[in-house]
Protein backbone atom coordinates (compact mmCIF):
# COMPACT_ATOMS: atom_id res chain seq x y z
CA UNK A 1 0.00 0.00 0.00
CA UNK A 2 1.36 3.49 -0.84
CA UNK A 3 0.70 6.85 0.29
CA UNK A 4 0.31 9.93 -1.59
CA UNK A 5 1.29 13.27 -0.20
CA UNK A 6 -1.77 15.65 -0.13
CA UNK A 7 1.09 18.38 -0.02
CA UNK A 8 2.64 16.84 -3.88
CA UNK A 9 -1.07 17.26 -5.51
CA UNK A 10 -1.14 20.79 -4.56
CA UNK A 11 2.19 21.27 -6.12
CA UNK A 12 1.08 19.74 -9.24
CA UNK A 13 -1.71 22.62 -10.09
CA UNK A 14 0.51 25.50 -9.21
CA UNK A 15 0.29 27.85 -11.96
CA UNK A 16 -2.81 26.12 -13.70
CA UNK A 17 -4.48 29.48 -12.75
CA UNK A 18 -1.82 31.71 -14.43
CA UNK A 19 -1.94 29.80 -17.89
CA UNK A 20 -5.71 29.64 -18.25
CA UNK A 21 -5.82 33.46 -17.56
CA UNK A 22 -3.01 34.30 -20.27
CA UNK A 23 -5.46 32.05 -23.06
CA UNK A 24 -8.78 33.72 -21.88
CA UNK A 25 -7.65 37.40 -21.53
CA UNK A 26 -6.09 37.11 -25.12
CA UNK A 27 -9.22 35.77 -26.60
CA UNK A 28 -10.76 38.65 -24.70
CA UNK A 29 -8.26 41.41 -25.74
CA UNK A 30 -8.53 40.12 -29.63
CA UNK A 31 -12.89 39.93 -29.08
CA UNK A 32 -12.74 43.67 -27.72
CA UNK A 33 -10.88 44.74 -30.44
CA UNK A 34 -12.59 42.62 -33.25
CA UNK A 35 -16.06 44.28 -31.71
CA UNK A 36 -14.28 47.60 -32.07
CA UNK A 37 -13.10 48.16 -35.96
CA UNK A 38 -16.34 46.61 -36.54
CA UNK A 39 -17.76 49.47 -34.75
CA UNK A 40 -15.84 51.82 -36.38
CA UNK A 41 -16.25 50.41 -39.91
CA UNK A 42 -20.24 50.32 -39.37
CA UNK A 43 -20.25 54.38 -37.93
CA UNK A 44 -17.55 55.26 -41.57
CA UNK A 45 -20.42 53.51 -43.83
CA UNK A 46 -23.68 55.18 -41.85
CA UNK A 47 -21.75 58.64 -42.05
CA UNK A 48 -21.16 57.68 -46.23
CA UNK A 49 -24.82 56.39 -46.25
CA UNK A 50 -26.28 60.01 -44.74
CA UNK A 51 -23.78 62.08 -46.55
CA UNK A 52 -24.78 60.65 -49.75
CA UNK A 53 -28.46 60.99 -49.00
CA UNK A 54 -27.72 64.94 -47.92
CA UNK A 55 -26.31 65.49 -51.17
CA UNK A 56 -29.04 64.12 -52.96
CA UNK A 57 -31.39 66.04 -50.91
CA UNK A 58 -29.51 69.18 -51.86
CA UNK A 59 -29.49 68.03 -55.55
CA UNK A 60 -33.69 67.85 -55.53
CA UNK A 61 -34.22 70.98 -54.03
CA UNK A 62 -31.95 72.83 -55.88
CA UNK A 63 -32.44 70.71 -59.19
CA UNK A 64 -31.43 72.97 -61.93
CA UNK A 65 -29.49 75.47 -60.01
CA UNK A 66 -27.40 72.75 -58.04
CA UNK A 67 -23.98 74.28 -60.18
CA UNK A 68 -24.04 71.09 -61.76
CA UNK A 69 -23.76 72.22 -65.71
CA UNK A 70 -24.71 69.80 -67.77
CA UNK A 71 -22.69 70.90 -70.83
CA UNK A 72 -21.19 68.51 -73.57
CA UNK A 73 -22.67 65.31 -73.44
CA UNK A 74 -25.14 64.35 -71.04
CA UNK A 75 -25.01 61.46 -69.02
CA UNK A 76 -27.70 58.78 -69.25
CA UNK A 77 -25.94 56.29 -67.15
CA UNK A 78 -28.09 53.70 -65.70
CA UNK A 79 -29.12 53.85 -62.44
CA UNK A 80 -26.05 51.64 -61.06
CA UNK A 81 -22.84 53.28 -63.51
CA UNK A 82 -23.17 56.26 -62.33
CA UNK A 83 -19.23 57.60 -62.58
CA UNK A 84 -19.49 61.42 -63.22
CA UNK A 85 -17.37 63.92 -60.64
CA UNK A 86 -19.50 66.19 -58.60
CA UNK A 87 -19.00 69.79 -58.47
CA UNK A 88 -20.88 72.76 -56.77
CA UNK A 89 -23.08 72.49 -54.39
CA UNK A 90 -23.28 68.53 -54.09
CA UNK A 91 -20.19 67.96 -53.62
CA UNK A 92 -19.95 70.71 -51.00
CA UNK A 93 -22.65 69.41 -49.05
CA UNK A 94 -21.86 65.90 -48.93
CA UNK A 95 -17.95 67.07 -47.78
CA UNK A 96 -19.07 69.40 -45.72
CA UNK A 97 -21.43 66.50 -43.91
CA UNK A 98 -18.53 64.09 -44.04
CA UNK A 99 -16.57 66.70 -42.62
CA UNK A 100 -18.53 67.83 -39.64
CA UNK A 101 -18.46 63.71 -38.47
CA UNK A 102 -14.28 63.88 -38.08
CA UNK A 103 -13.80 62.31 -41.19
CA UNK A 104 -10.40 63.70 -43.67
CA UNK A 105 -12.12 64.29 -46.78
CA UNK A 106 -9.86 64.55 -49.40
CA UNK A 107 -9.71 60.92 -50.19
CA UNK A 108 -13.19 60.98 -50.51
CA UNK A 109 -14.96 60.54 -54.31
CA UNK A 110 -18.45 61.98 -55.09
CA UNK A 111 -19.91 60.70 -58.13
CA UNK A 112 -23.61 62.73 -59.56
CA UNK A 113 -25.32 61.53 -62.30
CA UNK A 114 -28.88 62.68 -63.81
CA UNK A 115 -29.92 59.16 -65.42
CA UNK A 116 -32.43 60.44 -67.28
CA UNK A 117 -30.56 63.16 -69.35
CA UNK A 118 -31.08 66.30 -67.69
CA UNK A 119 -31.91 68.27 -63.95
CA UNK A 120 -35.34 69.39 -64.69
CA UNK A 121 -37.82 68.68 -62.14
CA UNK A 122 -39.16 65.42 -62.05
CA UNK A 123 -35.27 64.02 -63.25
CA UNK A 124 -33.80 61.68 -61.25
CA UNK A 125 -30.43 62.21 -59.58
CA UNK A 126 -27.59 59.59 -58.41
CA UNK A 127 -24.93 60.59 -55.47
CA UNK A 128 -22.57 57.62 -55.18
CA UNK A 129 -20.23 58.50 -52.37
CA UNK A 130 -16.45 56.29 -52.02
CA UNK A 131 -14.15 56.54 -48.71
CA UNK A 132 -11.18 54.82 -48.03
CA UNK A 133 -11.20 52.94 -44.78
CA UNK A 134 -7.75 51.51 -43.16
CA UNK A 135 -8.48 49.96 -40.29
CA UNK A 136 -7.58 51.19 -36.72
CA UNK A 137 -5.12 48.67 -35.33
CA UNK A 138 -3.96 46.44 -38.19
CA UNK A 139 -2.65 49.63 -40.06
CA UNK A 140 -0.51 47.73 -41.75
CA UNK A 141 -3.10 46.11 -44.31
CA UNK A 142 -4.86 47.59 -47.43
CA UNK A 143 -7.66 50.27 -47.03
CA UNK A 144 -11.05 48.79 -47.97
CA UNK A 145 -13.44 51.28 -50.17
CA UNK A 146 -16.83 51.94 -48.77
CA UNK A 147 -19.39 53.04 -50.54
CA UNK A 148 -22.61 54.60 -50.82
CA UNK A 149 -25.21 55.48 -53.20
CA UNK A 150 -28.75 57.63 -52.91
CA UNK A 151 -30.91 57.96 -55.56
CA UNK A 152 -33.82 60.57 -55.57
CA UNK A 153 -35.99 62.65 -57.85
CA UNK A 154 -35.99 66.54 -58.73
CA UNK A 155 -38.81 68.46 -57.20
CA UNK A 156 -38.14 72.05 -57.91
Known amino acids: MTLTNPLRLQDDERGQAIVEFALVIGFLVILLVSMLEMSLFLYNYAVLTDAAKEGVRYAIVHGS ?8 SVESA ?4 CTTAATGGVLTTVQS ?17 YPDGNNNPGSGVQVNVSYPYSPLFLTNWAT ?3 SATSVGRIQF
Open 144 to 146: VTI
Open 78 to 81: PWST
Open 65 to 72: STGNSLTG
Open 97 to 113: YAAASLHNTSGMSVDLC
